[in-house]
């Protein structure tokens, strides 16, 4: 677990949150919301030690993250950020990157690695991908690559910054039940989604973010029935129940 604890941090010159306190819970779904610049994927990249925090402090398990190696932080929590450069690999070999934390020097991979890159690619229904250069994906294609390298990683935490870019609704609702079955099996996951109706379907538990704060935390149906979501937002929103629990709706 994870747990974050009077954080404050941003960019220099510019502070971006102010004071958040939250636990990254294993076993659940966590959707981190909030408008554009209200520090979401600041939240993401300090809770994994990867930005600079200018006070408070980060516990992973219990330990705080300046007395972890990176190779120790990244056996444990995965991070899958919302954009990044397309390298010149095949996807098999992307999903590889996904091992790194747990090779000795020099690099070599052994069956066990072949095998999780297997399972990864197979979990989110991209194994026939595996041979193709990521130039030649699409879009949605290659966030798969990018999620089943996280999955091949093959840690406690995933964080994960908009993973439904580029996905169509189909591929959208297939990543975020995948979420849901990966803290069925004990992971805590964390999503920053900008698509609110999604996230309440299928987060166990969900967090606001205004101006570097949290406006409010707790279930979907905590939220829906409080007004932050739309004076944070701007929207409002409806619901019917359906097989399987609520369904959300933009008014």
């Given at each position: 677990?994870?747990?974050?604890?009077?954080?404050?941090?941003?960019?220099?010159?510019?502070?971006?949150?102010?004071?958040?306190?939250?636990?990254?819970?294993?076993?659940?779904?966590?959707?981190?919301?909030?408008?554009?610049?209200?520090?979401?994927?600041?939240?993401?990249?300090?809770a994994n030690g990867l930005?600079?925090?200018?006070?408070?402090?980060?516990?992973?398990?219990?330990?705080?993250?300046?007395?972890?190696?990176?190779?120790?932080?990244?056996?444990?929590?995965?991070?899958?950020?919302?954009?990044?450069?397309?390298?010149?690999?095949?996807?098999?070999?992307?999903?590889?990157?996904?091992?790194?934390?747990?090779?000795?020097?020099p690099r070599r991979y052994?069956?066990?690695?072949?095998?999780?890159?297997?399972?990864?690619?197979?979990?989110?229904?991209?194994?026939?991908?595996?041979?193709?250069?990521?130039?030649?994906?699409?879009?949605?294609?290659?966030?798969?690559?990018?999620?089943?390298?996280?999955?091949?990683?093959?840690?406690?935490?995933?964080?994960?910054?908009?993973?439904?870019?580029?996905?169509?609704?189909?591929?959208?609702?297939?990543?975020?039940?995948?979420?849901?079955?990966?803290?069925?099996?004990?992971?805590?996951?964390?999503?920053?989604?900008?698509?609110?109706?999604?996230?309440?379907?299928?987060?166990?538990?969900?967090?606001?973010?205004?101006?570097?704060?949290?406006?409010?935390?707790?279930?979907?149906?905590?939220l829906f029935a409080g007004?932050?979501?739309?004076?944070?937002?701007?929207?409002?929103?409806?619901?019917?129940?359906?097989?399987?629990?609520?369904?959300?709706?933009?008014?």
């Amino acid at each position: 677990m994870i747990e974050l604890r009077n954080l404050h941090a941003g960019y220099p010159g510019r502070p971006v949150l102010k004071g958040v306190d939250l636990e990254l819970r294993p076993g659940e779904v966590l959707a981190v919301l909030g408008p554009n610049g209200c520090g979401k994927s600041t939240l993401l990249r300090a809770a994994n030690g990867l930005l600079h925090r200018t006070g408070g402090e980060v516990l992973l398990d219990g330990v705080p993250l300046e007395s972890m190696t990176a190779k120790e932080i990244a056996r444990k929590a995965a991070y899958l950020p919302q954009s990044r450069p397309v390298p010149s690999l095949t996807a098999g070999r992307m999903v590889l990157h996904g091992r790194f934390p747990y090779l000795s020097y020099p690099r070599r991979y052994g069956r066990e690695d072949h095998e999780m890159v297997r399972r990864a690619l197979e979990r989110v229904g991209a194994w026939d991908l595996a041979s193709r250069p990521l130039s030649e994906l699409s879009g949605g294609q290659r966030q798969k690559v990018y999620l089943a390298m996280a999955l091949a990683q093959d840690t406690e935490t995933i964080l994960m910054d908009e993973p439904t870019t580029y996905l169509d609704v189909a591929c959208q609702i297939e990543v975020m039940a995948l979420s849901r079955r990966l803290a069925e099996e004990g992971r805590a996951v964390v999503m920053v989604l900008h698509d609110l109706c999604l996230a309440l379907r299928y987060a166990h538990r969900a967090v606001l973010l205004s101006g570097g704060r949290v406006s409010q935390a707790g279930t979907p149906e905590e939220l829906f029935a409080g007004d932050a979501l739309e004076q944070g937002m701007g929207v409002r929103l409806g619901r019917v129940a359906a097989a399987g629990g609520w369904r959300y709706f933009y008014l």
